[in-house]
Structures are given as structure tokens and as C-alpha cells.
């Protein structure tokens, strides 16, 4: 299962092609240093951002503070760790 990828410049010319094997993905996943987080993990704070809402401006505003300050931490531990973390626990 290879993946191709194309290096193009800014007329849109291809420059390069070559295929990755599936554990030279991997190593670079591994060597990667960007932080990426799931899109389930917004959609399920927004919603419970958007229920906090129907409760009042101040649960509202503190479950949104509390959440930024849990993604804070996050970012902050995938930073330090380098490994992925569980979003919720199961």
C-alpha cells in the first residue's frame, strides 16, 4: 500500500514523484514535529460548550475557560511527551 506524493513549485509544475512505503510514514509520523489533535475532539466540546449555554452566561463562560485551560494542557503535554494522548477516556 504505497502513497504517492508530488512535489510541485509555484507554477505547478511537478518537480518530484516517489512512493512512500508504509513504515516510511510511519517514521515520519514518529519524527514529525507537529501536534495534531482530532476533529472529534471539537465537535464534542462545542457541543458541550453550546448545552453550557442553555444554563447561563456563567456556566457558559466557565465551561469554556475550564476547556481552554484543558487544551492548554494538552498542548502542553504533547509538546513535553512527544506521544499521542487519549482525548476521552473510554
Not at 515520519?28 to 453550546?50: A, H, P, T, W
Not at 463562560?61 to 485551560?69: D, M, P, Q
Amino acid at each position: 500500500n504505497l502513497k504517492r506524493v508530488l512535489l510541485m513549485d509555484e507554477q505547478g509544475h511537478v518537480l518530484e514523484e516517489r512512493q512512500r512505503t508504509p513504515e516510511e510514514m510511519r517514521e515520519q509520523e514518529r519524527n514529525s514535529n507537529s501536534i495534531k489533535l482530532g476533529l472529534g475532539d471539537f465537535i464534542f466540546y462545542s457541543v458541550l460548550v453550546s448545552k453550557a449555554i442553555l444554563y447561563g452566561f456563567t456556566t457558559f463562560a466557565a465551561c469554556f475557560l475550564v476547556i481552554l485551560a484543558g487544551l492548554g494542557a494538552t498542548l502542553v503535554l504533547l509538546a513535553v511527551y512527544h506521544k499521542a494522548l487519549p482525548a476521552l477516556p473510554k
